[in-house]
Nanobody
Framework: VQLVESGGGLAQPGGSLRLSCAASGFTFSNYAMSWFRQAPGKGLEWVSGINTDGSSTYRADSVKGRFTISRDSAKNTVYLQMNSLKPEDTALYYC?????????????????WGQGTQVTVSS
């Protein structure tokens, strides 16, 4: 199993970024996926999740109305569209594969993680 994130970088407050996570080594359409983040000096935080076929999505309150998760089974890729970025969104963002088909926000239900992509929001 391999998860490779990309798309991070420097954005100004109010700006946008789109993160991608390319998955391989497993049947992508059989598993829920999520994005997590870790800000400097803080613990890992669940950001957003999506079920196997993309019909249901979930977001943390801190990103509702600003971030949108999606997936493309033809490309084995999960995305995180981030709009109206705030300095407090600065973090290392990880995508993760759930251990099953059901959605969960619990860290211990995710069995594979990418290496992370850095997002910095600053003027």
């Amino acid at each position: 199993v391999q998860l490779v994130e990309s798309g991070g970088g420097l954005a100004q407050p109010g700006g946008s970024l789109r993160l991608s996570c390319a998955a391989s080594g497993f049947t992508f359409s059989n598993y829920a996926m999520s994005w997590f983040r870790q800000a400097p000096g803080k613990g890992l935080e669940w950001v957003s999740g999506i079920n196997t076929d993309g019909s249901s999505t979930y977001r943390a309150d801190s990103v509702k109305g600003r971030f949108t998760i999606s997936r493309d089974s033809a490309k084995n890729t999960v995305y995180l569209q981030m709009n109206s970025l705030k300095p407090e969104d600065t973090a290392l963002y990880y995508c993760a594969k759930a251990g099953g088909s059901g959605y969960t926000a619990a860290l211990n239900e995710y069995d594979y993680w990418g290496q992370g992509t850095q997002v910095t929001v600053s003027s």
